[in-house]
């Protein structure tokens, strides 16, 4: 099985993290949202697509990326990090462009990254440190469940 992650990690590379870290788990290659094109995704059979949660929603890049995409009947798994609330409905719009395009995901995984965002940087942000190894080992046993998986979900729990 072949594997591509797709991934945008902007604000402090919490995403980038826990990309590579699943990136070593399944033996897949990594590319940034704006380095990857449609031809590259014909290549694989397991499309991982992430980034950190910017205003409720993955990074723009991405969401273009996944519009641009023509139809696949490939398996791809999403993922996140973000501040707080819940990475369920944040991941709603990829999971549905996703979906709509023919891909059917496997598994969503998501935990929290350090945010200082707008006047949290006034209070050193939150989430400090995170990801942490907890969580890094969360993304290898989630990125485990994929290889043999038909679905898996590991949402953090707030
Ligand atoms: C411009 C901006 C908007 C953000 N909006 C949200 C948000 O709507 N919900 C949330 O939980 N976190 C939000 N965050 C926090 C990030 O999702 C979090 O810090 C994430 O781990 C960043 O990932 P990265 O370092 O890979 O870019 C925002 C951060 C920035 C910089």
Known sequence: MKALIIYM???????????MEMAEVLDADLMKAY???????SRYDLIGFGSGIYFFRHHRKLLEFAEKLVAKKKKAFIFSTYGGGSPKIY???????LAKKGFRIIGEFSCKGYDTFGPLKFIGGINKGKPDEKDLKRARE????????SHSSKYEKN
């Open 9 to 19: 990690s902007v604000h402090h590379k919490n995403t980038e993290k826990i990309a």
């Open 35 to 41: 380095e990857a094109n449609e031809k590259d995704i």
């Open 91 to 97: 991941h709603k719009l990829l999971r549905k462009k």
């Open 142 to 149: 989630f990125a485990k469940t994929l290889i043999n998986s």
